[in-house]
C-alpha cells in the first residue's frame, strides 16, 4: 500500500458501510499492507501487523464493493495467499485475522486456516 491508496481505501470502507478506520491505528500509518489488483485497477486490500513474536495479524481485510464482483473472492484469496508467503519468508510461524464475514471465513477455510466455531469478541480501547 502507497499514501495514493489511502482515499480509494476511504471510499471502499464507505462503500460497505463500515466506519473509517484512523491511520494511526494501521501499520506504517496506512501503508503497512498489500493492494491486490486485477486488470491494473485495484479490487482488495489488508493491513499486515508484524511483530516481535512469531505471529503477525492481518486485519482489515476490504475490496472494492462497486467493482468485479466475480473477481473479488479471486482478489481476496491472493491476498490471504501473499501475506502467508510474506510471514513466512520472514520466518514468522503464524498469521492471525478476524472477521464476520462469512465469504471471508469461507475463503479463509479454503486456504486450511483453522475456523474457531465459537464465536468471540473483538475488544478494543483507546488510550488517547
Do not use: Q
Request: glycine fraction near 8%; charged fraction near 25%.
Amino acid at each position: 500500500l502507497t499514501e495514493n491508496d489511502w482515499k480509494l481505501l476511504e471510499s471502499w470502507w464507505k462503500d460497505w458501510g463500515w466506519p473509517v478506520l484512523n491511520k494511526d491505528i494501521l501499520p506504517d500509518n496506512g501503508t503497512g499492507g498489500i493492494m491486490i489488483e486485477n486488470e491494473g485497477k485495484p479490487i482488495a486490500a489488508g493491513f499486515l501487523y508484524w511483530s516481535n513474536s512469531g505471529l503477525c495479524w492481518l486485519d482489515w481485510v476490504i475490496s472494492d464493493h462497486k467493482g468485479n464482483k466475480r473477481a473479488r473472492p479471486l482478489a481476496v484469496k491472493l491476498l490471504i495467499e501473499t501475506a502467508e508467503e510474506l510471514v513466512k519468508a520472514a520466518g514468522k510461524k503464524c498469521l492471525m485475522s478476524i472477521s464476520r464475514s462469512n465469504s471471508l471465513l469461507k475463503i479463509h477455510k479454503k486456504l486450511g486456516w483453522t475456523i474457531d466455531e465459537t464465536p468471540s469478541h473483538e475488544m478494543i480501547k483507546r488510550i488517547i
